[in-house]
Protein backbone atom coordinates (compact mmCIF):
# COMPACT_ATOMS: atom_id res chain seq x y z
CA UNK A 1 0.00 0.00 0.00
CA UNK A 2 1.29 3.34 -0.68
CA UNK A 3 1.52 5.54 2.56
CA UNK A 4 1.66 9.33 2.44
CA UNK A 5 3.14 11.83 4.64
CA UNK A 6 2.62 15.25 5.27
CA UNK A 7 4.82 17.97 6.49
CA UNK A 8 5.23 21.63 6.23
CA UNK A 9 2.53 22.69 9.15
CA UNK A 10 3.04 25.05 11.66
CA UNK A 11 1.65 28.08 12.91
CA UNK A 12 1.90 31.58 11.36
CA UNK A 13 0.35 35.04 11.43
CA UNK A 14 -3.00 36.12 9.60
CA UNK A 15 -1.42 37.34 5.65
CA UNK A 16 1.76 35.17 6.22
CA UNK A 17 1.74 31.50 3.42
CA UNK A 18 2.84 28.22 4.39
CA UNK A 19 3.20 25.41 2.15
CA UNK A 20 2.13 21.73 2.37
CA UNK A 21 3.74 18.66 1.04
CA UNK A 22 2.40 15.44 0.88
CA UNK A 23 4.97 12.74 -0.06
CA UNK A 24 3.80 9.41 -1.77
CA UNK A 25 5.81 6.53 -0.88
CA UNK A 26 8.36 4.38 -3.36
CA UNK A 27 6.44 2.40 -4.55
CA UNK A 28 4.19 4.70 -6.28
CA UNK A 29 4.62 5.00 -9.76
CA UNK A 30 2.31 7.96 -10.78
CA UNK A 31 0.01 9.92 -8.60
CA UNK A 32 -3.45 10.88 -10.75
CA UNK A 33 -5.13 12.79 -8.44
CA UNK A 34 -4.37 14.54 -5.12
CA UNK A 35 -7.00 16.25 -2.87
CA UNK A 36 -6.52 18.40 0.14
CA UNK A 37 -9.28 18.56 3.28
CA UNK A 38 -9.17 20.21 6.52
CA UNK A 39 -11.10 19.56 9.46
CA UNK A 40 -11.24 22.82 12.16
CA UNK A 41 -12.56 21.93 15.97
CA UNK A 42 -16.17 21.18 16.16
CA UNK A 43 -16.14 20.96 12.34
CA UNK A 44 -16.38 18.15 9.82
CA UNK A 45 -13.87 17.54 7.63
CA UNK A 46 -13.96 19.98 4.46
CA UNK A 47 -12.76 19.70 0.75
CA UNK A 48 -10.67 22.00 -0.15
CA UNK A 49 -8.65 21.36 -3.01
CA UNK A 50 -8.30 18.99 -5.95
CA UNK A 51 -5.56 18.50 -8.65
CA UNK A 52 -5.66 16.14 -11.25
CA UNK A 53 -3.44 13.87 -14.13
CA UNK A 54 -4.49 16.71 -16.68
CA UNK A 55 -3.21 19.94 -14.78
CA UNK A 56 -6.98 20.45 -13.93
CA UNK A 57 -7.31 21.93 -10.21
CA UNK A 58 -10.61 22.59 -8.33
CA UNK A 59 -10.89 24.90 -5.26
CA UNK A 60 -13.73 25.53 -2.57
CA UNK A 61 -14.72 29.17 -2.69
CA UNK A 62 -13.75 29.84 0.53
CA UNK A 63 -9.50 29.30 -0.41
CA UNK A 64 -9.82 30.62 -4.36
CA UNK A 65 -6.70 33.16 -5.43
CA UNK A 66 -5.47 31.98 -2.36
CA UNK A 67 -4.76 28.19 -2.15
CA UNK A 68 -2.54 26.24 -4.58
CA UNK A 69 -2.55 22.70 -5.19
CA UNK A 70 0.20 20.80 -7.62
CA UNK A 71 2.04 17.47 -8.23
CA UNK A 72 5.30 17.05 -9.40
CA UNK A 73 5.58 13.50 -10.07
CA UNK A 74 8.63 13.05 -10.84
CA UNK A 75 9.78 13.40 -6.98
CA UNK A 76 6.16 12.14 -5.80
CA UNK A 77 5.17 14.81 -4.06
CA UNK A 78 1.98 16.99 -4.23
CA UNK A 79 2.03 20.62 -2.48
CA UNK A 80 -0.63 22.98 -0.81
CA UNK A 81 0.21 26.37 -1.18
CA UNK A 82 -1.53 28.52 1.02
CA UNK A 83 -1.10 32.47 1.14
CA UNK A 84 -2.64 35.20 2.57
CA UNK A 85 -3.67 32.54 5.49
CA UNK A 86 -7.13 34.06 7.56
CA UNK A 87 -7.57 32.53 11.05
CA UNK A 88 -10.53 30.49 10.33
CA UNK A 89 -7.91 28.41 7.71
CA UNK A 90 -7.08 26.95 11.44
CA UNK A 91 -7.53 23.03 10.89
CA UNK A 92 -5.99 19.84 10.40
CA UNK A 93 -5.35 19.05 7.14
CA UNK A 94 -4.76 15.93 5.33
CA UNK A 95 -4.10 15.24 1.81
CA UNK A 96 -5.59 11.95 -0.53
CA UNK A 97 -4.37 10.89 -3.72
CA UNK A 98 -4.75 7.86 -6.00
CA UNK A 99 -2.73 6.80 -8.74
CA UNK A 100 -0.83 3.58 -9.67
CA UNK A 101 1.62 1.28 -8.38
CA UNK A 102 5.05 0.40 -9.88
CA UNK A 103 3.26 -2.97 -10.00
CA UNK A 104 0.45 -1.43 -12.02
CA UNK A 105 -1.73 -1.77 -9.08
CA UNK A 106 -4.41 0.82 -8.50
CA UNK A 107 -3.61 3.04 -4.95
CA UNK A 108 -5.55 5.64 -2.77
CA UNK A 109 -4.30 6.70 -0.05
CA UNK A 110 -4.85 9.49 3.04
CA UNK A 111 -1.77 11.42 4.73
CA UNK A 112 -2.16 11.72 8.44
CA UNK A 113 -3.00 14.95 8.54
CA UNK A 114 -0.86 18.08 9.48
CA UNK A 115 -1.66 20.87 11.94
CA UNK A 116 -2.08 24.79 10.71
CA UNK A 117 -2.46 27.35 13.08
CA UNK A 118 -3.44 31.11 11.92
CA UNK A 119 -3.23 33.97 14.68
CA UNK A 120 -4.36 37.15 14.38
Known sequence: QVQLVESGGGSVQAGGSLRLSCAASGSTFFINRMAWYRQAP??????????????????????????????????????????????????????????????GRDFSSWGQGTQVTVSS
Request: with cysteine.
Open 42 to 103: GKEREWIATFSGSRNTDYVDSVKGRFSASVDNAKKIGYLQMNSLKPEDTAVYSCNADGRTVW
